[in-house]
């Protein structure tokens, strides 16, 4: 699948889907953490396991939100990690990971200071 690039948008944006993950500017990424100047390949452990740790590359920069890809399907993050990012002042929003990525791109088209965590859809 092939996602158009959003002419106002800067930073990293997902151009499509592959059997490898996420294609991000030419490179393929089987899971991907985004700030607004960076994709950096990711190898995220199980999201029952997902802890603040995991995510800090993308909180040292305060975005308003994270979004939280979750593979191929929507499933929730443990509470007590959406509670100590929530207490940073930091939104997190969980959705799966293809919505996510389509989302990363809209809202950074709108300019919006936001952070991603995608893990692989297959």
Do not use: C, K, N
Not at 7 to 14: F, N, Q, R, T, Y
């Amino acid at each position: 699948m092939r996602i158009d690039r959003d002419a106002a948008a800067a930073g990293p944006i997902v151009t499509g889907f592959t059997g490898g993950g996420f294609r991000v500017d030419g490179a393929v990424h089987p899971a991907v953490l985004l700030t607004v100047t960076q994709a950096t390949r990711w190898s995220p452990p199980p999201l029952a396991l997902l802890g603040l740790p995991d995510l800090a590359s993308l909180t040292e920069s305060a975005p308003e939100f994270i979004l939280l890809g979750t593979g191929a399907t929507l499933d929730r993050p443990l509470p007590a990690l959406t509670r100590a990012v929530e207490a940073m002042g930091i939104g997190l929003e969980a959705m799966d990971s293809r919505a996510a990525a389509r989302a990363w791109g809209v809202l950074r088209g709108e300019g919006r200071r936001i952070a991603a965590a995608l893990y692989p859809i297959g």
